[in-house]
């Protein structure tokens, strides 16, 4: 913007310069013209009581001492035909003085000033006097560097000023960009100190109002979520009581490890909402030991309904950068769907390996033999049955939060 605004005022600067400087530097080599003739015309003029009643000698001497003043070429033309002074050629405007016309000419030296003279007994005399181009343009050259010069200054003055302009423009609007990037990287309390004009001033509060909403709202969010995740406690406390009055000792055992394993995941919600900064320690986890774990808990499940379990699992451990709980839920998420979304019955495999080529990277495969994912099931809140549309939505984040992806593919055809 500021180099935007420079050169609009450096063009608008030189265009007014040229409209003002061009016609004036025109008039200065006019008025150094006209000066020089003047001053030759009065000279010649000086020459006219002489050559109207002396005689040829005290003609000449006066020429040759105005020639020798003046520094220019002074000739006299006699009528009968004598030349007195310099010796120069008979012009068109000297043979057109000698009809009694004086006047000024252009020559190819530079201009002649020419004076009829009349009284003569003999006839009528011719007085020329050249005037040399270097004394017409005498002065020029200097008065247009003056006025270059002036026109540079003026131009560079110009800039200067666009420039102090210009900052109080882009020095707000760079404070604008700067706080807007640090509210994009969560740093809610960022504030901007309204500057500038009046506009920018405007924009300024706006952020500023918009920066507080933002952080009212994520405030009521957390506490909404965290509230919510607390009601979860009540409920879990009766399952555990529950589980507790079981006669079976491993299923009271199971249940029992499912809520505290529960209980561990709403406490870890409530701790994250309450989160204002993500926290200093990169997450990590061992995805051999939490997939071992949860297809171990799911199996349970699969039997009751008849599902064949088959669990392909590269030795661990395999360390990811995910936190347990989110891994656990991602991969609750997807073998939960093979249960919600599929008829009882339908086997699944569960597959984990170090991906190949990608060094650190690992790919967990879930896959069953049911109807298959329809498109866009990846969406957050999208669900063709009837659920939450969450689950695949958690996985795809926990998959990005250490770099990964969740991919959907279509089942080959006959399966």
Do not use: C, K
Not at 58 to 73: C, H, K, N, Y
Not at 153 to 179: C, E, K
Not at 198 to 208: C, I, K, P, S, Y
Not at 296 to 321: C, I, K, N, Q, Y
Request: net charge neutral; charged share 20%.
């Amino acid at each position: 913007m500021r180099a935007r605004l420079a050169l609009l005022v450096a063009a608008v600067s030189v265009l007014t310069l040229i409209a003002f400087l061009v016609p004036l530097a025109l008039l200065v080599r006019t008025v150094a013209e006209d000066r020089a003739t003047v001053r030759a015309t009065a000279d010649a003029q000086s020459l006219v009581p002489v050559v109207g009643t002396a005689d040829a000698a005290t003609i000449r001497l006066t020429v040759e001492q105005l020639a020798a003043d003046s520094g220019r070429p002074v000739s006299v033309f006699l009528p009968d035909g004598t030349v007195l002074g310099a010796q120069t050629p008979r012009t068109p405007a000297v043979a057109l003085a000698a009809r009694g016309q004086s006047l000024t000419g252009e020559s190819a030296a530079g201009r002649e000033v020419v004076i009829a003279v009349q009284g003569r007994a003999d006839g009528t005399g011719v007085i020329r006097i050249a005037v040399p181009q270097h004394e017409l343009t005498a002065g020029v050259t200097r008065a247009w560097l003056v006025l270059a010069l002036l026109g540079v200054i003026l131009v560079l003055i110009g800039l200067l000023v666009a420039d102090r302009l210009a900052r109080t423009l882009v020095r707000p609007i760079s404070d604008l960009s700067a706080v807007s990037h640090r509210l994009a990287n969560a740093e809610l309390d960022a504030r901007v100190t309204p500057a500038g004009p009046r506009e920018l001033r405007e924009v300024a509060g706006a952020l500023n109002h918009l920066a507080t909403r933002i952080q009212v709202l994520l405030v009521q969010e957390r506490e909404q979520v965290a509230d919510l995740s607390h009601q979860l406690r009540t409920p879990l406390t009766a399952l555990r009581l529950e589980a507790e009055s079981l006669r079976d000792p491993d299923d009271a055992a199971r249940i029992t490890a499912a809520a505290d394993g529960l209980e561990r995941a709403v406490t870890g919600l409530i701790r994250q909402a309450r989160w204002r900064h993500a926290p200093a320690q990169p997450a990590s986890s061992d995805a051999a030991a939490i997939v071992a774990d949860r297809v171990a808990f799911w199996s349970v499940l699969a039997e009751d309904t008849g599902r064949a379990v088959t669990l392909d699992l590269t030795p661990g451990p395999l360390p990811v950068g995910v936190a347990a709980d989110n891994l656990t839920a991602a991969v609750d998420a997807l073998l939960g769907n093979v249960f919600a979304h599929t008829p009882d019955g339908t086997p699944f495999a569960v597959r984990l390996a170090r991906a190949a080529g990608e060094a650190g990277e690992v790919v967990l495969t879930v896959a069953d033999e049911g109807p298959g994912m329809p498109a866009g099931a990846i969406r957050r809140g999208a669900s063709a049955a009837g659920s939450t549309g969450l689950g695949l939505d958690i996985a795809r984040r926990a998959a990005q939060a250490a770099g990964g992806r969740l991919e959907l593919r279509s089942p080959p055809p006959g399966r």
